[in-house]
């Protein structure tokens, strides 16, 4: 997350170098138009990436504001962009026959900006380890995990020893995640089988360390990653 925030920050003070300058076309209308631009686009990040729920306000702080540069820094691209398009009355044929250069840089651009703000989602990666017996839950990141036993599994040529957990957010059911460990033929020792579930905005990993051998008792490793 610190890589994602300092690499926006530095993007920030060039796009502030560049469009401070009188000798660039509408600079002004560029910098304040992104200002305006960038704040119902942050909301939105905000909203659908569930940011407001990060512990600790440093690391909420540094989201909302690496968000707000990130998306800041998009509309100066984006008005930069379309003035360019406007000068060349909109002949898109000639405009990237023309700028073919440019407009690969500013595709690249925009998806540099998108990978920082995936690196300023780790910022939001949490973790926790709970030990459940059967019936028992714990709670991260608004999902509830209840712990329903271990299931015994053929898979391929490997036996999975299934720790069922038994997924609730607000109140409403979500289905199952199932970590396991893997015991093959020609190995002693059990391997960790990940259970993942995935969503849009981030994943969610759940291992199983340990488990007792009569299936009552689990201990597991959940991560939130964005």
């Not at 690496?66 to 360019?84: A, E, M, N, P, V």
């Not at 060349?88 to 990237?96: E, I, K, V």
């Not at 250069?101 to 926790?128: C, D, M, P, Q, T």
């Amino acid at each position: 997350p610190w890589i994602g925030l300092g690499f926006i920050i530095a993007i920030s003070i060039g796009n502030i170098m560049r469009y401070q300058t009188s000798k660039i076309p509408h600079a002004k209308v560029i910098i304040v138009g992104s200002m305006i631009g960038a704040i119902p686009l942050t909301a939105f990040f905000v909203y659908f990436g569930d940011v407001m729920k990060t512990p600790g306000g440093f690391h909420l702080s540094a989201q909302l504001v690496g968000l707000f540069l990130c998306s800041w820094s998009i509309g100066c691209l984006t008005f930069d962009f379309y003035y360019r398009l406007k000068d060349a009355r909109f002949a898109y044929g000639a405009f990237f026959q023309r700028n073919l250069a440019y407009s690969g840089a500013y595709v690249a651009h925009v998806g540099l900006i998108v990978a920082i703000i995936g690196f300023l989602g780790n910022y939001r990666g949490l973790e926790k380890r709970a030990t459940l017996a059967v019936g028992e839950s714990t709670e991260l990141y608004g999902y509830d995990f209840e712990f329903q036993g271990i299931n015994t599994a053929q898979v391929a040529n490997a036996t999975h020893f299934q720790g069922v957990l038994k997924l609730v957010r607000d109140g409403r059911p979500a289905g199952e995640i199932r970590p396991a460990r893997a015991r093959y033929p020609t190995k002693a020792e059990l391997y960790h089988e990940v259970g993942v579930r995935p969503a849009f905005w981030y994943d969610l990993y759940v291992t199983m360390a340990d488990f007792k051998k009569d299936g009552n008792q689990a201990t597991f490793e959940i991560n939130m990653n964005p």
